[in-house]
């Protein structure tokens, strides 16, 4: 067979072309001698290829949901939100940007929500020897323009910095990974001369208790954690209560009563948000249900989008989240029109045609004062809860779709909850299988809010198991 | 009618099979060159950022610019399967580590992730996004509505290439002269085909191609950029080819039956079906696992008639 027949010897000379191709399908080709040795090759190949295709594959996709389930409390641990606006053009502060709701609710005393591990505690020195600038450091998980998470919590560093002028050296770490290299960068900040070190990450909290224990003239404050030591505090606060309030905008909003909401994982801080966020809707809307769906993970756009279409599609016409921090739930939510909840970040700006509202922190509430009694050398190690009546947490600015109405129902509530935090969760609640898990005029004590494991009546769905 | 959860899935398949298939498209014309890609993934994800990146600093109207995005996510693509090209045709490396090195190298913890930290894609919010249109206002039409009129641009643009790859491999002079490049190189090689041109040309066509596709991702799933977003896609993207028998036709029906499996999880989670989600999210790459062990048969082999010189370095004197 000479060359030039070999190459015109083609299953496609005789064009059978057409679309589909069942020649293809159906036909095997005519196989020269050559042709066969190279066949015998990519019989080899093929299999070979497909197989460690297959595996990286798996093992990409299993890592993600792997690596994020071990950060058990940190909502927005879900580090960065690329889409939400930007500062310049969205007010974060919402203090200032619900100017009416801040004054129904006064202020009350951060330190009122702030236990020492142990009454009578000598207070911990780490305050600046030499008389120069106190020098404090935070550690964060992601880079400080996520858009979420870490850059909340460096908007308050800077706070804390601006509050204190030279009297504070603030410093930070970004996109500190969750391992063996925390442990590192705290010898190194040590090392450099910082005494108060923050930690934002809930998957930082095993290293800071060592560091802790190494380093007992150090101040340790740490975010979402639970662990304890003479010098390890803990700082959270009520998102529960906020979550309420947003709830209550859903409810509102809501016409035909089905309402979906977003949810990342089992954990109790987020089946607290669930609850309150349902019993909010049901405050406004009796016979509503949300459908609760769980996506796996802090941040996951993509799925989140596709998660939220579904639920759209399902028939609910508002939606909501919980521990999830990318504002993909609102692409979705805005492509059909329907208003929608959010978490953590104001999104009124890029999203004001569907935007109610949402729970926002407010770190440096707890961070200053802290850091004034390290100057006044007053600082003991404790745990501070923080809530609405300090402005540990807050909410965010009301959207066009919030009625006035129903924002002076809200504020009315705030100012409730801001006098008693974790007053949604009073008696009689029962839970979807209808048992009763609080008698009628009790509340939930702060334990049993910070071991909840029970979804209350209206919840469409399931604690995952494990 | 519309909600109806067939509708709600058919729909779906078609939304996120559309990135499936603009890299399984360009796989099938790397693959019928005869250069096996295993950096699909890789050239996804550096589309993906690229594209995200073009969206905040392209100016001009949004259309000029999600356009003028597509095609920087389409040229990155293709250079980094130049770069395929080069190991694997020039310097006649092994394919199949010479993609998994481009994967690795540009993929989720690379080159992708280390431009969107340089280049601080996550700072700014991207609000430039491919957006569904209402084709003809005929989106609420029952049935026909969502699956053909409500649709973004680039699922309508994939149609169009669809028929045109067809035309183009089957019908044409150029495509034969491929098909000759990926079944016999020598052979070609002696009618006077560059063989090197070709491979090269074909293979990113196919970088530029994965690039579209992981433009999609970051354009019109979501106007936003993730680490490692495409998770997967790419791998699947390969299976693609295989299970579409090397032709765009049946490439373009397996992407749609991969998007119908990867969103089935979410649309039977929110209507209450009481099947674990972790199954049905496993399910595209169970499907994978299936149609490659398929075809790997010698039954299949002989039928389906992959390219035979696929995966197999041309060394022009080596006879």
Redesign the interface.
């Given at each position: 067979m000479n060359?030039?027949s070999?190459?015109c010897d083609?299953?496609?000379?005789t064009?059978f072309?057409?679309?589909?191709?069942t020649y293809?399908?159906?036909n095997?080709?005519a196989?020269?001698g050559?042709?066969i040795l190279?066949?015998r090759?990519?019989?080899k190949?093929?299999?070979?290829?497909?197989?460690?295709?297959?595996g990286?594959?798996?093992v990409?996709?299993g890592d993600?949901n792997g690596s994020s389930s071990e950060d058990t409390t940190a909502a927005a641990e879900a580090t960065?939100d690329?889409?939400?606006?930007?500062d310049t053009t969205a007010p974060t502060d919402t203090a200032a940007a619900t100017e009416s709701s801040e004054a129904a609710a006064p202020a009350g005393d951060w330190s009122a929500n702030f236990k020492p591990w142990e009454e009578g505690a000598a207070p911990v020195a780490c305050g600046p020897k030499d008389g120069g600038a106190l020098k404090a450091a935070w550690v964060y998980v992601g880079?400080i323009?996520?858009?979420g998470w870490t850059q909340t919590h460096d908007e308050a560093r800077q706070k804390v910095q601006e509050h204190f002028g030279d009297k504070i050296e603030t410093t930070y770490k970004e996109n500190v990974p969750e391992g063996e290299q925390v442990s590192q960068v705290i010898e190194d900040l040590i090392a450099d001369g910082n005494t108060v070190i923050f930690g934002t990450s809930f998957g930082f909290q095993d290293a800071f208790l060592a560091a802790a224990e190494k380093h007992p003239d150090v101040c340790f404050e740490f975010a979402t954690g639970y662990k304890s030591a003479g010098n390890l505090s803990q700082f959270y606060g009520a998102a529960e209560d906020t979550d309420y309030l947003t709830g209550m905008a859903a409810g509102a909003a809501s016409k035909n009563g089905k309402l979906?909401y977003l949810a990342s994982f089992g954990i109790p801080e987020v089946v607290r948000g669930i609850n309150a966020w349902t019993l909010g809707v049901r405050a406004m809307n009796p016979d509503a249900t949300v459908?609760v769906?769980?996506v796996?993970s802090w941040?996951?756009?993509?799925?989140?989008?596709?998660?939220a279409?579904?639920?759209i599609?399902?028939?609910?016409d508002v939606l909501g989240m919980k521990g999830i921090d990318?504002p993909?739930t609102g692409?979705a939510a805005k492509?059909k029109g329907i208003p929608w909840a959010g978490y953590n970040r104001d999104n009124s700006a890029?999203y004001g045609d569907v935007w109610l509202t949402g729970t926002q922190y407010h770190w440096d509430v707890y961070e200053i004062p802290r850091l004034q009694q390290v100057l006044d050398g007053a600082w003991v190690a404790g745990n501070y809860y923080g809530n609405i009546g300090d402005g540990f947490v807050g909410l965010s600015t009301y959207g066009d779709l919030v009625s006035a109405e129903t924002r002076a129902t809200i504020d009315a509530k705030k100012a409730e909850l801001a006098a008693n935090p974790g007053g949604e969760f009073t008696g009689p609640i029962k839970d979807t299988a209808g048992k009763e898990q609080l008698a009628a005029g009790k509340q939930h004590t702060y334990e049993e809010l910070m071991g909840m494991q029970y979804l209350v009546e209206g919840v469409?769905?399931e604690i995952p198991a494990g | 009618m519309n909600s109806n959860i067939f509708i709600v899935i058919a729909w779906s398949a078609i939304f996120y099979g559309t990135p499936l298939f603009f890299a399984a498209l360009g796989g099938v014309f790397t693959e019928r060159s005869g250069v096996l890609n295993l950096g699909v993934e890789g050239m996804m994800l550096i589309g993906g950022v690229t594209g995200a990146w073009a969206s905040l600093h392209v100016g001009g109207s949004a259309w000029f610019t999600l356009s003028a995005a597509i095609c920087i996510a389409m040229a990155a693509g293709a250079v980094v399967a130049a770069l395929h090209a080069f190991l694997c045709v020039t310097l006649k490396a092994n394919q199949t580590v010479a993609g998994l090195s481009i994967t690795i190298f540009a993929g989720a913890v690379g080159l992708s992730s280390y431009f969107a930290n340089i280049w601080k894609v996550a700072e700014d919010p991207v609000t430039r996004q491919i957006r569904r249109l209402d084709v003809f206002g005929l989106a609420d039409t029952p049935i026909v509505g969502p699956l053909l009129f409500n649709h973004t641009i680039l699922t309508y643009l994939s149609w169009v290439m669809c028929a045109v790859a067809s035309w183009y491999l089957f019908r044409t002079k150029i495509g034969l002269q491929l098909r000759a490049v990926g079944e016999s190189p020598q052979t070609a090689d002696a009618m006077g085909i560059n063989v090197v041109k070709y491979r090269y040309i074909h293979t990113m066509l196919g970088g530029a191609l994965a690039g579209l596709g992981g433009a999609f991702y970051s354009l019109a799933i979501v106007p936003t950029w993730v680490d490692g977003m495409t998770k997967g896609a790419g791998w699947i993207a390969i299976a693609l080819v295989i299970f579409g028998f090397w032709r765009p036709g049946l490439t373009l029906l397996g992407a749609y039956l991969f998007g119908a499996l990867q969103s089935l999880g979410t649309v039977l989670k929110s209507r209450s079906f009481d099947i674990p989600g972790d199954v049905l999210d496993a399910l595209p790459f169970v499907m994978t696992i299936v149609v490659l062990v398929l075809v790997s048969t010698r039954f299949a082999h002989k039928r389906i008639g992959a390219p035979a010189a696929l995966g197999v370095p041309y060394e022009r004197e080596e006879r």
């Open positions: 060359s030039w070999q190459a083609w299953p496609g000379r064009e072309g057409g679309w589909p191709h293809y399908l159906f095997a080709p196989i020269s050559e042709e190279n066949k090759l990519s019989k190949w093929l299999p070979l290829a497909a197989t460690i295709a297959l990286v594959g798996l990409a996709c993600d960065a690329t889409t939400a606006p930007a880079p323009n996520d858009g979906g459908k769906v769980w796996n941040f996951d756009p993509p799925n989140e989008r596709k998660q279409e579904a639920l599609a399902a028939g609910v990318s993909a692409d492509a890029n469409d769905g | -």
